[in-house]
């Protein structure tokens, strides 16, 4: 019986080598903001923000690089699943930081109470739907209703911290309007891909450009701290 040796296609490489740039860039920014902050909450903020993308993403990315290099398996596809339930878990957390990065940001304004609290109410539902079991987060078949519940509240929670970063505009001269075009490009990106991926594969390369508006927002940091 001939044994079938796997051979690592090109786009996956090229995906590998994308992902792993992109948590080397995440942790060394993660560094950058400790070291650098000086105490000063915001810049310690933003590092717990980077630490806690980077984190959650390697669940998901480190098997994926594996996957490309090595081939896919059952061990792989369970780490995947379970990667990418952590990551959406993390994910949430992240915009309940960027909240708070805006309130140690403009310091002088008041988020409004309600907009706050909705902030607050989607995400804890958000991360107790990704907790849930019958997400089938393991399986090739997910849950498509769950899928839509859970990310039609993650809307709602990124609508509410863009909602804050249009309200603020470029109060400081930071340009910080600028975080809120960087989450509509990455809910714009996320979105097709986690609701219309199983039927159409292809359509998962949105996920560069979304990576990409995460790596914009640690950069608009990174520009504040230096």
């Not at 001939?2 to 740039?21: G, H, N, S, W």
Request: net charge positive; with cysteine; charged share 15%.
């Amino acid at each position: 019986m001939t044994k079938v040796t796997y051979k690592p296609r090109v786009p996956d490489l090229m995906e590998a080598i994308f992902d792993v740039c992109y948590l080397t860039f995440d942790l060394i920014a993660g560094i950058l903001f400790f070291a650098f902050s000086k105490g000063n909450v915001l810049f310690i903020l933003y590092g717990i923000l980077t630490l806690t993308l980077c984190g959650g993403d390697a669940f998901h990315l480190v098997p994926r690089v594996i996957r490309a290099v090595k081939g896919s398996n059952d061990k792989i596809r369970k780490q995947l699943g379970i990667g990418l339930q952590i990551s959406s878990v993390t994910m949430t957390v992240f915009y309940i930081i960027l909240l708070y990065i805006w309130k140690s940001t403009f310091y002088e304004m008041e988020a409004p109470i309600m907009l706050e609290i909705i902030i607050w109410v989607s995400a804890a539902i958000r991360i107790v739907i990704c907790l849930l079991p019958q997400n089938n987060w393991c399986s090739e078949e997910g849950n498509l209703k769950l899928s839509i519940i859970r990310n039609t509240v993650f809307a709602v929670t990124g609508i509410g911290v863009i909602i804050l970063y249009v309200i603020s505009g470029n109060t400081y001269g930071y340009r910080m309007t600028r975080m809120a075009a960087a989450i509509i490009l990455s809910f714009g990106c996320y979105l097709p891909v986690t609701l219309l991926s199983k039927k159409m594969p292809k359509i998962g390369i949105l996920m560069i450009p979304k990576t990409c508006a995460y790596v914009w927002i640690i950069v608009m940091g990174l520009q504040l701290l230096f």
